[in-house]
């Protein structure tokens, strides 16, 4: 593949080999002194059109210690504010011949559009509701390394289903690698037609979560939900919040897994998520890195072996 738009094109064993190279990142990671050099000569430039925390600084952190020069456009100060299109912001980068393009946007689809222009490997850091690559990849690493398989697991989805691209991405890899995926939330939160991608659908939590491996909760996801129906969030958590007892339902030793951002007491007891005998939350981030690292390399080495002509925009 010349870019990472989404989980939909890649096969299983595309999948493992990227897990793959990503678990031989852990060690070095746990030792940043020790940087690598397979980007040495390449240059990264990250654009976020909507805000992040992790996504942004660990792709920052994977291209620096895989020896990339790594840029990070201030999208709140370029000229987009000017009237600038997405196309024509593109072009302009691309005009400086970077080779790893990192994009976020709040429009499903801007980057698949973006890819088209650009002679750079594009990845996905996010496009609407479209898909998260990365981030189903990051916590399908986390599951491996967790669980011992990625395979014939009970997952539960639980929450803000229709606006997240998270849901989204890893229901497609869950489903690629053979396991059991539950989709648990409100119908006013779930997408139509969902049961077509060969899921389960759940409005109760308790029945949702009974005797799963791994249980990912979703944050509300407002910014997206268009003035339309937003639960009121004491509500929300009484039937869709995770607490000890609604827990219970899963595996004993059933994970919990939230992307983040989270919002406590929302989607998520506090106390629950800080509990290190049952959240992997901060391993999920742990991983992002090292999965942002394999997907990087593996993309330089197909740049490496294939370069695009330069001029193929003129
Ligand atoms: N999980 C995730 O995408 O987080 P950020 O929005 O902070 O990048």
């Not at 979703?218 to 009484?238: N, T, V």
Request: glycine share 8%; with cysteine; proline share 4%.
């Amino acid at each position: 593949h010349r870019h990472l738009l989404g989980i939909e094109p890649l096969a299983p064993d595309e999948i493992t080999t990227v897990l793959d190279l990503a678990e031989s990142y852990v060690d070095l990671n746990r030792q940043p002194k020790k940087r690598s050099k397979v980007l040495q000569g390449l240059t990264q430039i990250n654009m976020f059109f909507e805000n992040s925390t992790r996504t942004q600084a660990s792709f920052e952190l994977a291209g620096k210690r895989l020896g990339a020069d790594v840029m990070n456009m201030s999208m709140q100060a370029s000229s987009i504010k000017k009237g600038e299109t997405l196309i024509d912001t593109a072009l302009t980068l691309n005009a400086m011949h970077p080779d790893l393009l990192v994009v976020r946007h709040p429009h499903s689809g801007a980057v698949n559009l973006l890819a088209e222009k650009v002679n750079a490997a594009v990845l996905n850091a996010g496009d609407g509701k479209h898909e998260h690559p990365t981030q189903a990849l990051l916590d399908a690493l986390t599951i491996r390394r967790e669980k011992g398989r990625l395979h014939r697991l009970t997952i539960a989805i639980c929450g803000d289903i229709a606006h997240s691209r998270v849901a989204r991405s890893n229901l497609i890899l869950l489903g690629k690698m053979e396991n059991r995926v539950r989709l648990v939330g409100p119908a006013t939160l779930m997408p139509s037609r969902i049961e077509e991608f060969g899921v389960e659908v759940y409005d109760d939590m308790r029945e949702g979560l009974e005797g799963a491996d791994v249980v990912m909760m979703l944050r509300l996801q407002k910014e997206r939900m268009d003035g339309g129906f937003i639960p009121s969030e004491r509500e929300y958590y009484h039937r869709y919040g995770l607490d000890a007892e609604k827990l219970a339902h899963a595996r004993p030793d059933a994970i919990v897994m939230h992307p983040g951002p989270m919002n406590r007491g929302v989607e998520i007891d506090g106390t629950i998520a800080d509990d290190i005998n049952r959240s992997v939350i901060q391993e999920q981030v742990e991983m992002g890195v090292a999965v942002r690292m394999a997907a990087m390399e593996l993309l330089a080495r197909n740049l490496r072996e294939a370069p695009e002509p330069r001029n193929v925009l003129v």
